[in-house]
């Protein structure tokens, strides 16, 4: 399965923004999607991520009340949505999505990066203050 993530831009703070990951190929049946961000100079990050099975989610404590993460199965494509209010120039950052591997991660491990082995391209976010 492919992930490609859009919706990027540029926004002024306390804007909104609405990023998309979409799955090609067969239909995911993986059983957690997550959005990580990387800065200039930082590590990526954990954003927010959703256990499909109970669609569960989690939230960095820097995004929780502003972002929310849900999917949606229409036609049969998976599609995974990051919605971003109130942002801030420190939400700037290069943001991806990814899809976790075989098996039930515990809650914890959906805050790790290598929890994912399956990532599509990033998409750019820039506030402005």
């Known amino acids: 399965v492919q992930l490609q993530a859009s919706g990027g831009g540029s926004v002024q703070a306390g804007g909104s923004l609405r990023l998309t990951c979409s799955a090609s190929?067969?239909?995911?049946?993986?059983?957690?999607m997550g959005w990580f961000r990387q800065a200039p100079g930082k590590e990526r990050e954990f954003v927010a991520a959703?256990?499909?099975?109970?669609?569960?989610?989690?939230?960095a404590d820097s995004v929780k009340g502003r972002f929310t993460i849900f999917r949606d199965n229409a036609n049969n494509r998976v599609r995974v949505y990051l919605q971003m209010n109130s942002l801030r120039p420190e939400d700037t950052a290069v943001h991806y999505c990814?899809?976790?591997?075989?098996?039930?991660?515990?809650?914890?491990?959906?805050?790790?990066?290598?929890?994912?082995?399956?990532w599509g391209q990033g998409t750019e976010v820039t506030v402005s203050s």
């Open positions: 990814a899809e976790t591997g075989m098996g039930n991660p515990i809650t914890s491990s959906y805050f790790r990066p290598s929890t994912y082995p399956n």
């Open positions: 959703m256990r499909k099975s109970t669609s569960s989610t989690y939230y």
């Open positions: 190929g067969l239909t995911s049946n993986k059983p957690g």
